[in-house]
């Protein structure tokens, strides 16, 4: 073998220098015996690397990573229990389809009894994730070009697993490896916009949902929605991209407040942009008219009525769709077809939007707990407190809505919903790889008791980083979804003792504030008030002892689905 070329000697050092060159952002990981090569590998590409306490928390950094900063992410991980640590958090990124690399140590094929060996690429696929492999020194650099076009082009996440002997294996290779990737952009056929133009002309009351799939495409979408009078709502994933329109109804479906949902199912067209309308989205079909048109729009041809029957699809890139429907409307030959509807766009309902459609405008009510705070006048109060430059992570639970609906965001890039495995003590992880990928925003993290204390090792993450992330711990000492759903049954098994977070918090080096009312918050507005000092101000963990909901409206939505 001839001398090796500047990418090191063995497979597991082309492999990382290859993701390195191929571009990818930020990589997150537990290093051990397995992964400690290539991951040095990636590191001398200029990759910077995280490292998380648990390979659960890494592999909800590297998801948030990617969904928040337009790069992809790479998991590093050991083999066999390095990966199964990871595997909740990769069955989130899978779900929701985020373009990923988790790049993971395998078995040597012929180590029938070590103690690390699994069906990795069983386990990898039955959450949903694409399997690839590192086949040897030949077709190191061709095996890791193809996981990170697949990442790229069809929007997944791969794992890539590099068994340990092929990954010590000799390698050469004296050059650089240039790709250009991008996901395909499909125009939609003539007839299907035509189609779509024609519905719009007939509506008097449009309404468009964007999803996950919409979020690129928002300028498009809105104005297409100007023009054909439509008012424009989000999917929870997608909230904020249509934040600063005066028609925008905010989220769609369970977190919807009253105004928002009535002016949704009052549409005559809905219209989902690269969402799937699903029950989570319309409520289980309750937002939709019995006479309402429904079309979907998705660059997924599996995706169009995968979750309800619509009246019609559309195939395309939802940007060009957009774009060639706006045409239709207004470009040459428009008027012989009809003019556009006044729509949905009326002074009354602009002005009933402005009033009443936000959850801040709706005025707080219930009894006052004496020791206990009204989750939703708190986190009412920390929306003006904290910067508004932000980026806000949501963990699972009971309380998840009221940071959802109560903390106003940006865009579309300032919110990361990471539910579509509805796991609790994933918000942590997130929080802190939303941050990296936005750096110029404060990050804040809404999550429970039970999710925080899952996930508590990533506190000491954030501290080791000197993160200026605030964590707002809806604190209600139980699994408070269980407590309220199965009533008056038994609740030993999902309530706990008082924990106090805050000092335990403290103890990780953050700083620590309990908060059992509305004039608990000066510490808040203190450490707000030393983010502009040239010390790091660190993490800052709210631990709000909040009154107990009865139940927060958009539980029996999730229950509903179970």
């Known amino acids: 073998m001839g001398a090796p070329g500047r990418y090191g000697p063995t497979v597991a050092d ?36 995280t490292a998380a306490r648990h390979e659960g928390g890494a592999a909800s950094m590297a998801d948030a990573y990617s969904r928040m900063s337009g790069r992809v992410g790479v998991l590093s991980v050991h083999q066999g229990c390095g990966l199964t640590n990871a595997m909740t958090g990769i069955a989130e990124a899978a779900k929701s389809r985020t373009p990923m690399i988790v790049l993971t140590a395998d078995s040597p094929a012929s180590a029938l009894r070590s103690n690390f060996r699994i069906d990795q690429a069983a386990l990898s696929a039955s959450v949903g994730a694409v399997n690839d492999r590192v086949h040897g020194p030949s077709t190191v650099v061709s095996d890791v070009t193809r996981a990170f076009r697949t990442a790229v082009t069809r929007r997944r996440t791969v794992v890539l697993h590099v068994s340990i002997d092929i990954a010590s294996a000799a390698a050469e290779f004296d050059g650089s490896v240039k790709l250009s990737v991008e996901p395909p952009r499909v125009r939609p056929d003539a007839r299907s916009a035509a189609r779509l133009a024609d519905a719009i002309r007939a509506a008097r009351r449009p309404v468009f949902v964007a999803g996950r799939g919409a979020r690129a495409a928002g300028p498009e979408v809105a104005a297409l929605a100007e023009t054909a009078g439509a008012l424009v709502a989000t999917s929870a994933v997608a909230n904020g991209l249509f934040a600063r329109d005066p028609f925008s109804l905010g989220i769609s479906g369970g977190f ?68 060639d429907v706006l045409d239709l409307l207004t470009g040459a030959g428009s008027a012989a077809s009809g003019p556009v509807q006044s729509g949905y766009r009326t002074t009354e309902v602009r002005q009933r939007i402005s009033a009443s459609s936000r959850w801040q405008d709706v005025p707080v009510t219930g009894e006052v707990t004496p020791g206990r705070v009204d989750p939703r006048a708190l986190t009412i109060a920390l929306d003006e407190i904290l910067p508004a430059e932000r980026v806000v992570s949501i963990d699972s639970g009971n309380f998840m809505g009221y940071p959802s609906t109560h903390l106003s965001v940006r865009d579309e890039n300032g919110f990361c919903f990471t539910q579509a495995f509805q796991s609790i003590g994933l918000g942590l992880g997130t929080a802190i790889g939303a941050a990296f990928a936005q750096p110029g925003r404060l990050p804040v993290l809404g999550t429970g008791d039970g999710g925080f204390l899952m996930a508590i090792a990533e506190l000491e993450t954030a501290v080791r980083l000197d993160l200026p992330l605030v964590v707002i711990v809806y604190n209600d000492s139980a699994y408070g979804a269980e407590v309220h759903h199965f009533g008056d049954a038994d609740m030993t098994t999902v309530t706990f003792p008082e924990v106090d977070i805050a000092a335990i918090a403290r103890g990780h080096g953050a700083t620590g504030v309990t908060v059992t009312g509305l004039d608990d918050l000066d510490e808040v507005r203190e450490w707000v008030g030393s983010l502009s000092s040239p010390e790091p101000s660190g993490p800052l963990i709210i631990d709000a002892k909040i009154t107990d909901d009865g139940g927060s409206w958009w539980l029996a939505e999730a229950f509903a689905g179970h």
């Open 14 to 49: 082309v492999a990382g220098r290859v993701l390195a060159d191929l571009g990818v952002g930020h990589v997150f990981g537990v290093v051990g015996s397995g992964n400690f090569v290539f991951t040095n590998a990636l590191r001398a590409g200029g990759v910077p690397f």
């Open 256 to 323: 919807s407040s009253p105004t928002t949902a009535d002016l949704i199912a009052g549409a005559d067209l809905i219209v989902g942009w690269g969402c799937a309308l699903n029950m989570w989205t319309m409520r289980h079909g309750r937002l939709i008219g019995a006479d309402t048109t429904v079309v979907q729009v998705d660059d997924d041809i599996d995706a169009i009525g995968a979750h309800r029957h619509v009246d019609f699809g559309v195939v395309g890139d939802f940007a060009a769709t957009a774009a």
